[in-house]
């Protein structure tokens, strides 16, 4: 069964830095993996995609990386804005089935102006 | 495209009164999803359809839940009777693809049974 572990739990950062967020699966056999961020009494917007082909996709200031040997995905944010304060959260598709799209418990970013 | 659009936003009842949530996904997604988020479990799917038709239920509580997809614009998921426990922001979700496509989630509707 597949597992998705996030952390930290909570991270803050000034705002500028470089920062980067972890996500581990432990089943390799993925299909995708995918990017979200949650703003408080929010739905998910999703941010990135990640086909098992892949080695990472871009879009704007965030990059996502995906290493399946290594049961690890990275969420680069590059110059943190205040903005980017949310729960950010990764899920994996390990199956053709839904029922194994699984989500971590995220990781809640504050960034300090 | 607006997006998905769930119905209400906010939705406080009575424990024992029937609860009705409904969802519209993106025109030309053909899966949907109904998702419950609570701090203690995080976001746990309970069904899923595709092309309109139920394909896993399995997380589905008890039978006091049911969800219908009467066509491919309209979905709802129905609690009755509801009881304090369902407490929880219900998320529909729908992609145009299981394992190529995003995963698109509407804003949510927060269920609060007293």
């Known amino acids: 069964k597949q597992e998705v572990t996030q952390i930290p739990a909570a991270l803050s950062v000034p705002e500028g830095e470089n920062l980067v967020l972890n996500c581990s699966f432990t089943?390799?056999?993925?299909?995708?993996l995918q990017w979200f961020r949650q703003d408080p009494g929010k739905g998910l917007t999703s941010l990135l995609l990640?086909?098992?082909?892949?080695r990472e996709q871009t879009s704007g200031r965030l990059n996502a990386s995906l290493d399946k040997s290594s049961g690890r995905s990275t969420l680069y944010i590059a110059a943190s804005q205040p903005g980017d304060s949310a729960t950010y959260l990764c899920?994996?598709?390990?199956?053709?089935?839904?029922?194994?799209?699984?989500f971590g418990s995220g990781t809640q970013l504050t960034v300090l102006p | 495209d607006a997006g998905v659009i769930q119905s209400p936003r906010h939705e406080v009842t009575e424990m024992g009164q029937e609860v009705t949530l409904r969802c519209k996904p993106i025109?030309?997604?053909?899966?949907l999803f109904w998702y419950r988020q609570t701090m203690m479990r995080g976001l746990e799917l309970l069904i899923y359809?595709?092309?309109?038709?139920?394909?896993?239920d399995s997380g589905m509580p008890e039978d006091r839940f049911s969800a219908k997809m009467p066509n491919a614009s309209f979905s709802t998921l129905k609690i009755q009777p509801s009881e304090p426990r369902d407490s929880a922001v219900y998320f529909c979700?729908?992609?145009?693809?299981?394992?190529?496509?995003?995963?698109?989630f509407g804003e949510g509707s927060r269920l609060t049974v007293l």
């Open positions: 025109s030309g997604h053909d899966y």
């Open positions: 979700a729908s992609s145009i693809g299981l394992r190529t496509g995003e995963l698109f």
């Open positions: 089943d390799s056999a993925i299909y995708n």
């Open positions: 899920a994996g598709l390990s199956s053709g089935s839904a029922r194994q799209l699984t």
């Open positions: 359809f595709n092309n309109n038709v139920p394909i896993d």
């Open positions: 990640i086909q098992s082909s892949q």
